[in-house]
């Protein structure tokens, strides 16, 4: 990206705490995942525009995950996920993911769409959140299902929590995350 993108996200700190022989796999899954999701929700771009730069952030991968060469626009990304992904087998499924939920952001305004449903926000995660948990387990050979399930529930709470601390930024973004369902449950309006 032309210009940086400063997050408020506690990474750098929590990074310290991992093992360092992890810390560069690690930091290839948070800059592959902070990079689609600037892509996706970062400055003046159309949608079109957003979604082909994820089409391309796909195909990178795909070359990554096959060690082949990619586009060459996202060098600082794909070079050391490409290692990342030989050295520890990383699921590429995940990541993949990851972008199909990035791509449906773009897909899913506020104005032509809202989350019915409490499942529909769920399912939404599944993606958004909850392959970051299985990755991080991965590399540290995590594998059972009770574990699994663990993570997800974890990841989908820490999601949701964002939502909901974030809904400011996201309408600006034309994004709506509260179901409308949860919305007449807890008698909460659009005004609000």
């Not at 079109?48 to 060098?75: M, N, V, Y």
């Not at 449906?104 to 769920?122: N, P």
Request: glycine share 4%.
């Amino acid at each position: 990206m032309k210009n940086p993108v400063t997050h408020y996200e506690n990474f750098p700190v929590a990074s310290v705490l991992c093992p360092a022989h992890l810390r560069p796999a690690i930091a290839a899954i948070y800059h592959f995942a902070r990079t689609a999701d600037d892509l996706a929700d970062e400055g003046t771009a159309t949608p079109a525009e957003r979604l082909a730069a994820l089409a391309q952030f796909r195909q990178d991968l795909h070359a990554a995950a096959h060690q082949q060469p990619h586009s060459g626009r996202w060098p600082q990304v794909f070079e050391p996920l490409a290692a990342v992904i030989a050295q520890h087998a990383l699921p590429v499924p995940l990541l993949a993911d990851l972008l199909d939920a990035f791509e449906q952001d773009i897909r899913h305004t506020a104005s032509q769409h809202r989350y019915a449903v409490d499942d529909e926000l769920l399912d939404y995660c599944t993606r958004s959140a909850n392959p970051v948990g299985r990755l991080l387990l991965h590399l540290y050979g995590v594998t059972d299902e009770v574990s699994l399930a663990q993570s997800d529930l974890v990841c989908t709470a820490l999601q949701l929590i964002n939502f909901w601390q974030d809904v400011g930024v996201d309408v600006a973004r034309g994004r709506w995350y509260p179901s409308q369902q949860a919305m007449a449950q807890f008698g909460v309006t659009e005004a609000d």
